[in-house]
Every structure is written in C-alpha cells, then in structure tokens.
C-alpha cells in the first residue's frame, strides 16, 4: 500500500475506534468476559457434591441415578478463539442512510476490540458465495488492524451469497471449540443442516443486518430494479398498492422463517436494523445471554 493509502486507512481505523469505543468499554467488555469466559472451559469429570459448591453445576442426570447430588467439573481453557465471519456480497451494499456492510463493520469492530480487552484470539473469514478470505486467529492490537484492514478494503472476487459454502468451510477448518459471529443479511439458498452441524461444535451468534428499504418501496412509479447480486433487471410498476403489499408479505415472510430458523436450532440471532443504533441490538443481546447463563 502507497503512504496516502496506509494514512486514509488508519483515519478509517481511528474513526470506527473511536465511535465504537464507548461500547466497548461500558457495554460490552465486562459482559463479553462473563459470557464467554465459561465458553472456554472444557469438561473434565463428575464428582460428588460438597458443601459450597455451585448448584448450577449440579449434573441432575447423574445425581437421579445415583440418588446423591454430583456436580461437573470443568478445566478453564486459557486460550478462546473468536471469528468474524463476514457477508462480503453485494447486497449488503444496499442501504438507505448507511449500508449494511458499513453498520457491519461497526460491529464487527466492536466485538474485535472486546476480544482484544479480554486477550482473545481473533480471526477473520469473509465470503461471497465461495470463501473469500481466512485469515486464522492471533491475539494482539497489530493483529485486529490486520484484520480492520482486510474487512473494509475486501474487494471480492464474486457478487453472490451462499452461505453453506462458508459453514461447510468453517466446519472442516475449525476444530478448536470456538465463539463464531456471522454478520451478514442472511439473503441465501437453504442453510439450516450446515448452519446446525457448527452449532452443534461452536457457540455460533448470527447477527442479521436489514435494511427498512428493504421491506417497503415506494411509490414512485414505473421503475427498473436491478438485483445487485446478479445484476438482473426487472420493470415494475411500484404505484400498484397490491404489488407493494405482496412485496412487504414476502419480504417478512422470508424474515419470520430465518427467525424461526433460528429458533428452531437455538441460536440467539441479533437482529440489527441500519435505521438503528447497531448497539442497541448488540447490547440487548450481552444483557440477555448474561441474564440467561446466571439463571
């Protein structure tokens, strides 16, 4: 990269840091220690109660068939490996006010710097519909830079998303049990069986990026839309009310079936909208799985 290139990156840098910093310093680092520190455990026996002992980790399975209390216990693993796995395609260009590639670099950001706060290993996976870079998880502020560096100056290879390619990746690459983030806006063929073979290995948190655009068009008459990952172009006439309102059922019909998705393989999903601070979301979702794991 020339100097000027090198300088325009690091005010890039700089202006993402600086805006996601209070985030990370009064809403997510704390949070994000107490979630996923219990992440990296692994599991190392079964032994009896004893006075004192938490009675969370109470394994109730074992405790009725013996009739005596017993407990887990676990090894802390000092090593937790975190990967930004991002949608590099071309619908997340798409946005109203700001795209939602640019509210996913936000975040992205700011769950990097978290990671950074708690020591973490981070990598890097962006995709299209083929994998567009992997870059392995290292710890350290030169190594997140490396990371902010290739996340905004990606200019990939191919326009169209599917998302099974990058899960069957990360489900033969990733062996070490790992926290993995997928932000992306989710617009892909079916991805359920892969998406639930890495949930079953990984503490997977999809961060879904939409765009209030994207449920409504507006009135405007005849015009010409143009998909942007394929690049096809269709006349509509938008002044049809019953065009518009099939267009909003089937946009929120895709909508509640990815929820449901989601549900249906326990995923907590982050629903963040461009309108939106992306904070907001990603706040309610440290509060909630905090709440939930102390429970």
Not at 87 to 93: H, M, Y
Not at 139 to 149: C, D, E, P, V
Not at 182 to 194: A, L, N, R
Not at 229 to 243: A, D, P, V, Y
Request: net charge positive.
């Amino acid at each position: 990269m020339h100097d000027a290139e090198i300088k325009e990156l690091l005010t890039r840098i700089r202006e993402i840091e600086l805006k996601t910093r209070g985030l990370v310093e009064g809403l997510i680092t704390g949070e994000y220690h107490s979630i996923f520190r219990g992440r990296g455990i692994e599991f190392s026996e079964v032994r009896g109660y004893l006075p004192g002992d938490d009675v969370r980790a109470i394994d109730w399975n074992v405790t009725a068939r013996f009739n005596a209390p017993f407990v887990k216990e676990y090894i802390e693993e000092r090593d937790l490996s975190l990967y930004i796995v991002f949608d590099a395609s071309a619908s997340n260009d798409f946005g109203y006010r700001r795209s939602k590639k640019e509210v996913g670099y936000d975040i992205a950001a700011s769950i990097m710097f978290a990671a950074l706060r708690n020591n973490d290993n981070v990598g890097l996976c962006l995709f299209t519909d083929v994998v567009e870079k992997f870059i392995p998880p290292r710890k350290g502020r030169k190594h997140i830079l490396r990371l902010l560096r290739e996340l905004i100056y990606c200019e990939p290879k191919s326009t169209t998303t599917d998302i099974r390619t990058v899960l069957s990746f990360l489900n033969n690459v990733v062996r070490k049990r790992s926290i993995i983030f997928i932000i992306s806006d989710f617009i892909s063929p079916d991805f359920e069986q892969p998406l639930k073979r890495l949930r079953t290995r990984h503490d997977v948190v999809p961060v879904c990026i939409t765009d209030p655009r994207e449920y409504e068009i507006p009135d405007i008459g005849y015009a010409c839309i143009e998909d942007p990952e394929t690049g096809e172009q269709m006349l509509l006439n938008t002044s049809e009310r019953s065009f518009r309102a099939r267009y909003r059922e089937v946009v929120k019909q895709r909508h509640e079936e990815l929820r449901a998705m989601m549900k249906r393989l326990r995923l907590d999903m982050v629903d963040v909208r461009t309108d939106e601070p992306f904070y907001i979301p990603l706040r309610r979702f440290f509060k909630h799985r905090k709440k939930r794991l102390s429970g």
